[in-house]
Protein backbone atom coordinates (compact mmCIF):
# COMPACT_ATOMS: atom_id res chain seq x y z
CA UNK A 1 0.00 0.00 0.00
CA UNK A 2 3.14 2.32 0.79
CA UNK A 3 5.52 1.03 -1.79
CA UNK A 4 5.62 -0.82 -4.93
CA UNK A 5 6.07 -4.65 -3.69
CA UNK A 6 7.01 -7.40 -6.21
CA UNK A 7 3.46 -7.86 -8.16
CA UNK A 8 1.32 -5.88 -5.82
CA UNK A 9 2.66 -2.23 -7.46
CA UNK A 10 -0.97 -1.56 -8.77
CA UNK A 11 -2.12 -1.49 -4.90
CA UNK A 12 -0.16 1.58 -4.07
CA UNK A 13 -2.10 4.14 -2.91
CA UNK A 14 -0.99 7.81 -2.17
CA UNK A 15 -2.62 8.81 0.92
CA UNK A 16 -1.92 5.63 2.59
CA UNK A 17 0.51 6.72 5.99
CA UNK A 18 0.95 3.29 7.15
CA UNK A 19 -0.39 0.10 8.10
CA UNK A 20 -0.08 -3.90 9.27
CA UNK A 21 -0.42 -6.70 7.93
CA UNK A 22 -1.22 -10.25 8.80
CA UNK A 23 -2.30 -14.28 8.49
CA UNK A 24 -3.46 -16.43 11.17
CA UNK A 25 -4.95 -20.11 9.96
CA UNK A 26 -8.42 -18.61 11.56
CA UNK A 27 -8.78 -14.98 10.32
CA UNK A 28 -6.95 -15.74 6.88
CA UNK A 29 -4.64 -12.55 5.39
CA UNK A 30 -5.57 -9.86 7.53
CA UNK A 31 -4.59 -5.73 6.77
CA UNK A 32 -5.29 -2.91 8.81
CA UNK A 33 -4.46 0.57 6.75
CA UNK A 34 -4.43 4.28 7.69
CA UNK A 35 -4.96 6.92 5.34
CA UNK A 36 -5.38 10.63 4.91
CA UNK A 37 -7.15 12.84 2.47
CA UNK A 38 -8.60 16.39 2.65
CA UNK A 39 -8.18 16.55 6.21
CA UNK A 40 -10.53 13.34 6.87
CA UNK A 41 -8.41 10.34 8.74
CA UNK A 42 -9.61 6.88 7.65
CA UNK A 43 -8.55 3.39 8.97
CA UNK A 44 -9.55 0.28 7.04
CA UNK A 45 -9.35 -3.42 8.47
CA UNK A 46 -9.75 -6.06 5.98
CA UNK A 47 -9.96 -9.84 7.07
CA UNK A 48 -10.48 -13.04 6.15
CA UNK A 49 -9.21 -12.22 2.84
CA UNK A 50 -7.15 -14.24 -0.02
CA UNK A 51 -4.23 -12.75 -0.61
CA UNK A 52 -3.55 -9.72 -2.79
CA UNK A 53 -7.42 -9.40 -2.15
CA UNK A 54 -6.97 -7.75 1.61
CA UNK A 55 -5.13 -4.47 -0.62
CA UNK A 56 -7.89 -4.38 -3.10
CA UNK A 57 -10.73 -4.31 -0.90
CA UNK A 58 -8.23 -1.83 1.54
CA UNK A 59 -8.51 0.53 -1.88
CA UNK A 60 -12.09 0.39 -2.41
CA UNK A 61 -13.30 0.80 1.02
CA UNK A 62 -10.58 4.27 0.65
CA UNK A 63 -11.90 5.68 -2.72
CA UNK A 64 -15.58 5.11 -1.80
CA UNK A 65 -15.02 6.86 1.87
CA UNK A 66 -12.85 9.29 0.39
CA UNK A 67 -15.44 10.09 -2.49
CA UNK A 68 -18.30 10.09 -0.61
CA UNK A 69 -17.89 11.78 3.39
CA UNK A 70 -16.01 14.72 3.74
CA UNK A 71 -14.30 16.51 7.19
CA UNK A 72 -15.89 19.45 8.72
CA UNK A 73 -13.97 21.06 11.33
CA UNK A 74 -16.24 22.05 14.40
CA UNK A 75 -14.40 24.49 15.65
CA UNK A 76 -15.18 26.68 12.58
CA UNK A 77 -18.90 25.64 12.33
CA UNK A 78 -20.08 25.94 15.88
CA UNK A 79 -20.37 29.18 16.50
CA UNK A 80 -21.97 29.21 19.77
CA UNK A 81 -18.64 27.34 21.31
CA UNK A 82 -15.97 29.13 18.83
CA UNK A 83 -16.80 32.24 18.59
CA UNK A 84 -16.95 34.83 21.36
CA UNK A 85 -20.32 36.89 20.98
CA UNK A 86 -20.33 37.29 25.31
CA UNK A 87 -21.36 41.35 25.55
CA UNK A 88 -18.94 43.85 27.19
CA UNK A 89 -19.32 43.00 31.13
CA UNK A 90 -16.55 45.60 32.24
CA UNK A 91 -13.98 43.65 34.25
CA UNK A 92 -16.25 40.50 34.53
CA UNK A 93 -15.34 39.33 31.02
CA UNK A 94 -12.15 41.59 30.05
CA UNK A 95 -9.96 38.55 29.60
CA UNK A 96 -11.64 36.71 26.93
CA UNK A 97 -13.58 33.03 27.45
CA UNK A 98 -12.69 31.25 29.93
CA UNK A 99 -13.36 27.07 27.44
CA UNK A 100 -12.43 26.85 24.26
CA UNK A 101 -13.55 23.63 21.91
CA UNK A 102 -10.50 21.11 21.19
CA UNK A 103 -9.76 20.90 17.48
CA UNK A 104 -12.02 17.95 15.76
CA UNK A 105 -14.49 17.13 13.32
CA UNK A 106 -17.39 15.45 12.28
CA UNK A 107 -17.77 13.09 9.65
CA UNK A 108 -20.92 14.07 6.80
CA UNK A 109 -21.77 12.47 3.54
CA UNK A 110 -20.95 14.95 0.50
CA UNK A 111 -24.38 16.09 0.41
CA UNK A 112 -24.49 17.62 3.86
CA UNK A 113 -23.56 20.38 6.09
CA UNK A 114 -22.83 21.52 9.50
CA UNK A 115 -26.30 22.64 10.17
CA UNK A 116 -27.92 19.13 9.33
CA UNK A 117 -26.07 17.98 12.74
CA UNK A 118 -27.81 17.79 16.22
CA UNK A 119 -25.91 18.53 19.20
CA UNK A 120 -26.32 16.35 22.36
CA UNK A 121 -26.14 17.82 25.98
CA UNK A 122 -22.42 18.14 27.30
CA UNK A 123 -21.16 14.99 29.34
CA UNK A 124 -19.23 16.26 32.25
CA UNK A 125 -17.72 12.69 32.65
CA UNK A 126 -15.61 13.41 29.93
CA UNK A 127 -12.45 10.87 28.39
CA UNK A 128 -9.81 13.57 28.76
CA UNK A 129 -9.03 14.63 32.12
CA UNK A 130 -7.86 17.94 30.82
CA UNK A 131 -11.40 18.22 29.38
CA UNK A 132 -14.31 20.15 31.25
CA UNK A 133 -17.00 18.16 29.42
CA UNK A 134 -17.27 16.24 26.21
CA UNK A 135 -19.78 17.44 23.38
CA UNK A 136 -21.33 14.54 21.02
CA UNK A 137 -22.33 15.22 17.44
CA UNK A 138 -25.07 13.12 15.97
CA UNK A 139 -25.92 12.64 11.91
CA UNK A 140 -29.53 10.81 12.23
CA UNK A 141 -28.76 8.18 14.74
CA UNK A 142 -25.42 8.32 14.06
CA UNK A 143 -22.31 9.91 16.19
CA UNK A 144 -20.42 11.36 13.60
CA UNK A 145 -17.78 13.15 16.06
CA UNK A 146 -17.03 14.67 19.32
CA UNK A 147 -15.59 17.70 20.88
CA UNK A 148 -13.83 18.18 24.07
CA UNK A 149 -14.39 21.83 25.79
CA UNK A 150 -11.31 22.72 27.50
CA UNK A 151 -10.20 25.18 30.07
CA UNK A 152 -8.54 28.25 28.01
CA UNK A 153 -6.23 29.64 30.78
CA UNK A 154 -8.26 32.90 30.93
CA UNK A 155 -7.09 34.48 34.34
CA UNK A 156 -9.35 36.70 36.14
CA UNK A 157 -8.12 39.92 37.28
CA UNK A 158 -8.02 39.78 41.77
CA UNK A 159 -7.07 42.76 42.28
CA UNK A 160 -10.50 44.39 41.45
CA UNK A 161 -11.23 42.12 44.74
CA UNK A 162 -8.48 42.99 46.95
CA UNK A 163 -8.61 45.09 49.99
CA UNK A 164 -7.21 48.75 48.57
CA UNK A 165 -9.67 48.16 45.16
CA UNK A 166 -12.47 47.32 47.89
CA UNK A 167 -11.54 50.46 50.34
CA UNK A 168 -11.44 52.79 46.67
CA UNK A 169 -14.96 51.11 45.75
CA UNK A 170 -16.40 51.88 49.19
CA UNK A 171 -14.96 55.20 49.16
CA UNK A 172 -16.95 56.41 46.31
CA UNK A 173 -20.09 54.48 47.67
CA UNK A 174 -22.71 57.41 49.47
CA UNK A 175 -24.50 55.60 52.71
CA UNK A 176 -27.93 56.45 53.20
CA UNK A 177 -29.34 55.28 56.56
CA UNK A 178 -32.71 53.63 56.14
CA UNK A 179 -34.15 56.17 58.95
CA UNK A 180 -33.46 58.82 56.23
CA UNK A 181 -35.76 56.97 54.23
CA UNK A 182 -38.27 56.91 57.04
CA UNK A 183 -37.98 60.68 57.88
CA UNK A 184 -38.82 61.26 54.03
CA UNK A 185 -42.38 58.87 54.00
CA UNK A 186 -43.34 60.83 57.35
CA UNK A 187 -42.67 63.85 55.62
CA UNK A 188 -44.53 63.20 52.54
CA UNK A 189 -47.32 62.03 54.24
CA UNK A 190 -47.53 65.25 56.48
CA UNK A 191 -47.36 67.08 53.35
CA UNK A 192 -49.93 64.97 51.54
CA UNK A 193 -52.29 65.15 55.03
CA UNK A 194 -51.69 69.21 55.17
CA UNK A 195 -53.12 69.50 51.49
CA UNK A 196 -56.15 67.55 52.14
CA UNK A 197 -57.21 69.14 55.23
CA UNK A 198 -56.65 72.50 53.15
CA UNK A 199 -59.15 70.97 50.89
CA UNK A 200 -61.52 69.87 53.07
CA UNK A 201 -61.02 72.98 55.55
CA UNK A 202 -61.57 75.08 52.26
CA UNK A 203 -64.93 73.56 51.24
CA UNK A 204 -66.20 73.72 54.85
CA UNK A 205 -65.55 77.90 54.55
CA UNK A 206 -67.92 78.41 51.98
CA UNK A 207 -70.16 75.85 53.38
CA UNK A 208 -70.42 77.45 56.59
CA UNK A 209 -70.22 81.15 54.76
CA UNK A 210 -73.77 79.75 53.18
CA UNK A 211 -75.63 78.81 56.48
CA UNK A 212 -74.02 81.84 58.09
CA UNK A 213 -75.42 84.22 54.96
CA UNK A 214 -78.97 81.97 54.86
CA UNK A 215 -78.87 82.63 59.24
CA UNK A 216 -78.50 86.32 58.76
CA UNK A 217 -81.55 86.77 56.38
CA UNK A 218 -83.38 84.53 58.25
CA UNK A 219 -82.92 86.72 61.50
CA UNK A 220 -83.49 90.20 59.55
CA UNK A 221 -87.04 88.76 58.45
CA UNK A 222 -87.53 87.88 61.61
CA UNK A 223 -86.71 91.41 62.91
CA UNK A 224 -88.70 92.98 60.30
CA UNK A 225 -91.70 90.77 60.86
CA UNK A 226 -91.56 91.69 64.56
CA UNK A 227 -91.77 95.13 64.00
CA UNK A 228 -94.50 94.94 61.21
CA UNK A 229 -96.52 93.36 64.14
CA UNK A 230 -95.72 95.65 66.60
CA UNK A 231 -96.43 98.65 64.48
CA UNK A 232 -99.84 96.89 64.39
CA UNK A 233 -100.55 96.49 67.25
CA UNK A 234 -99.64 99.76 67.36
CA UNK A 235 -102.32 100.97 65.32
CA UNK A 236 -104.87 98.96 65.99
CA UNK A 237 -104.49 100.20 70.02
CA UNK A 238 -104.75 104.28 68.91
CA UNK A 239 -108.28 102.94 66.46
CA UNK A 240 -109.95 101.38 69.46
CA UNK A 241 -108.67 104.34 72.19
CA UNK A 242 -110.54 106.63 69.45
CA UNK A 243 -114.04 104.62 69.49
CA UNK A 244 -114.04 104.86 73.16
CA UNK A 245 -113.60 108.94 73.50
CA UNK A 246 -116.59 110.02 71.66
Not at 11 to 23: L, P
Not at 97 to 105: C, L, P
Not at 233 to 242: A, Q
Request: aromatic share 10%; with cysteine.
Amino acid sequence: MLHPFKSYSQFVNQDCTGGKTGYTSVANSTLVTYAEKDGLTLCAVIMNAQSPDQYADTNTLLNYYFSNFKALSIAENENSAATDNTPDLGVMNEHGMYAKVSENYVVLPNNADFSSVKREAADMKSDNKDALATVRYKYGDHVVGCVDLLKSGAKVDLSYFDENSRQNVESDIIRIKPVYFLWVLVLISVIILSIFMIRRISDNIYVLKHKWSIKKEQRERFREHKLERKQRRRRDNLKFSGRHKY
